[in-house]
Each structure stands twice: as C-alpha cells, then as structure tokens.
C-alpha cells in the first residue's frame, strides 16, 4: 500500500508520509531556512492526519 502510495502521491508530496522523512529532507537540503513554513506545514499535517487516523479507529472500535 506505501508503495502505490508512493507512485500517486510522490511527484505531488515528494513523497513525505513520515515526519522523519520530511525531517531527514528538511536537514539535507542546503537552502533549509527558506522552506521553514513548508516545513511547518507538512509536519503539521503529517501529525494531525496521524491523531485523525487514530482517533477513527478509536471510534470504530469502540462502537462494535
């Protein structure tokens, strides 16, 4: 599943499903102080979509 995910969303994302990941691109990258927002963003997507996932199966779980 990560990889078909990875082909669709890759040339959209760049592939940054994982806060380490974005991470990891974030250090290497020479002009880092430029993309800080983008940064931001995408970790703070990243987190939300995790407690979102989380929260759903919570929800489903408890409801059976």
Known sequence: MLFACLLIGGPIT?????PAVTLGVYL???KFKKDFAMF?????AQI???IL???LVW??????
């Open 40 to 44: 931001c963003v995408m970790i703070f």
């Open 59 to 64: 929800i489903s779980l408890i409801n059976e």
């Open 14 to 18: 760049g592939a940054h499903y994982n």
């Open 48 to 50: 939300c979509g995790g």
């Open 53 to 55: 996932g989380v929260m």
């Open 28 to 30: 290497t990258n020479w």
